[in-house]
């Protein structure tokens, strides 16, 4: 009975600790309500079912504790399927699904992305939902960390990338 009664509470605190360290992903309608509160940066992962390296990005990048909580601060984050179906409505314009092939793509990730559909895509809004950089591809943990900082702290209004990218110090 002891036992079962610390498996029960290790289950319980290994639970808890690993919803503390994980990113705590919004909708982009609940994002931009939550902004006109409490204005921050918007953090847009456009993904879709089928690719690997988004899953890869989940498993690896926004699973790291550090990255997690980082976002969770700083960010709201939204996790956005670049084949999503339910129509979204951003600047008083519905952005709806298009049928396309044998699967079809969204409006609004599309129109974030100019319309060059890569998945994954890391999209950052400023706190006013201005569109501030789109980075397409895998972000692994240390890249992902600067970027974030980058926009976070919006060193991108005093330095190029380059310049910060040489002077970041990493906390991983």
């Known amino acids: 009975m002891k036992k079962t ?13 690993y919803a503390q360290e ?15 509160e409490n204005p921050k940066p918007i953090l847009i992962d456009v993904y879709t079912d089928w690719c690997g390296y988004c899953k890869k990005m989940d ?18 984050a939204v996790k956005l399927n670049g084949e999503e179906k339910k129509d979204i409505i951003f600047n008083n314009y519905t952005f709806k699904f298009q ?14 992305m100019n319309g060059r559909l890569s ?3 890391t999209i950052f809004l400023s706190e006013k939902g201005e569109l501030l ?8 943990k240390k890249t992902m ?28």
């Open 5 to 17: 009664i610390l498996f029960i509470t290790i289950l319980i605190f290994s639970l808890t600790t």
């Open 22 to 36: 994980t990113v705590q992903w919004l909708s982009f309608e609940k994002a931009l309500e939550l902004n006109k």
């Open 59 to 76: 498993l690896n990048t926004y699973s790291n504790k550090t990255i997690s909580t980082y976002i969770n601060k700083n960010f709201y």
């Open 99 to 112: 049928k396309e092939g044998r699967r079809g793509y969204h409006e609004l990730p599309a129109a974030l």
């Open 119 to 121: 998945y994954p895509t």
């Open 133 to 140: 950089d789109k980075i397409p591809g895998y972000l692994d």
């Open 145 to 172: 960390e600067k970027v974030l900082t980058y926009f976070s702290e919006k060193a991108y209004n005093t330095k190029r990338w380059e310049e910060f990218d040489k002077e970041f110090k990493s906390k991983l």
